[in-house]
Structure formats: structure tokens, C-alpha cells
């Protein structure tokens, strides 16, 4: 069992290796203009074996992101609280600590990211991938009936949407802790209104 966990670990930072090292290639360079043979020899590995850790370039970059696929079924399977309520105490601590995938991170390094995401067409189609397994896993957790994929979507498009606002406002010039008592106002609302539209995931 060692050995398999001592192979985890090799595995595991191979990933995140390359996934930094070609998220500083683009950031440079810009994601178009840098090849997947640029970044394999960046980290001095072949082609092929770059492609058997990232099949497509554009999971170099949501490499950084791919962990958060889960979060959400995450929270509510391993909370005794109603979905939702389990929902909005996550989001709600994520704001309180300026966790960036609430938006609300003024981290130099995490705005870079941020703008290389959102303002490259080809990794904005490749997240929608990422957001359709979050809400399949979320839906998972809810149930897995209509009702339960219906909620999820709301609910992942909730935080998303909250998340695109905050970090909206910090790329605009905004400070994170400025923005932060408006962010923690708005996630109030808006798991409110899911609360009232979806009773059955709020516990009433």
C-alpha cells in the first residue's frame, strides 16, 4: 500500500508541475501562442507523455481548478445540515477566508489566472465541461431525479455567478476586503431566494 501511495504522490506532482509550468508559459506568452511541444520541453518530458497527463492544452489550466469539480457534492454529503444550508455556510467561510473561487481574491497571481481563464475563448468553452460535471455530481448528491439535476443547476449557476461578480469588481481595481461586505450581502440574498424556490433542499 506504501508503494501505491509513494506512486499517487510521483503522479500527483507531476500534475501540478506542469499544470504551473505551462500556466506561466501562457501567462508570458499568451495561451495561443504557446505550444503543447513548447510546454513538454519547458518540462522536459515528450509529447506523448504530456498528453497521457493532460489529454487536451487546455487541461493544463483547469488543472488548477479540476479539485472543485466535486466541492459542492462534497459539502453536502458530508454535512448533517440541509443542502443548501450546508451550501451557503461553505460559500459564506469561502468569503471570510478570500478563497479565490468565491471571486474575492485581489492575489496578484490569482487575477493573472483568472484573466488567462475568462479571457480566452477556448478555456471558456473547455470550463463549461467543468461546470457541467459539478452539477452532475451535485445533482448526485441531492438525489439524482429531475428535481435534484434542476436544483443543481440553479445552484452551481448561484455560484458561479456570485463568484464572476466579485472577481468582476477586483479586476475593475476594487480591494478584496472592500468588496467583501456587499459579496457576503449578496450570497445572503441569493441562498435565500434558492432556499425559497427549492424547499425541499432547504430543510423546510
Known sequence: MAEIGLRERKRQRMYQVVSDLAIGLFLEKGFDAVSVAEVAAAAEISKPTLF???PAKEDLVLHRIADHEGEAARVVAASDAA???A?????????E???PVTGLSDDPGVLAFHTLLYGTPALVARLHGHLERSEAALAGAL???LEARL??????AVQR???QENWRRIAAG???ADVRPEAVAAAERAFGLLAAGLPRYAGR
Open 52 to 54: 497521457r497527463y493532460f
Open 87 to 95: 451550501l451557503r455556510r461553505a460559500f459564506l467561510a469561502g468569503l
Open 161 to 163: 455567478i456570485l463568484a
Open 97 to 99: 477566508r478570500y478563497d
Open 151 to 156: 436544483a443543481a443547476g440553479q445552484i452551481v
Open 174 to 176: 476594487e480591494r478584496a
Open 83 to 85: 443542502p443548501l444550508t
Open 143 to 145: 438525489g439524482g431525479d
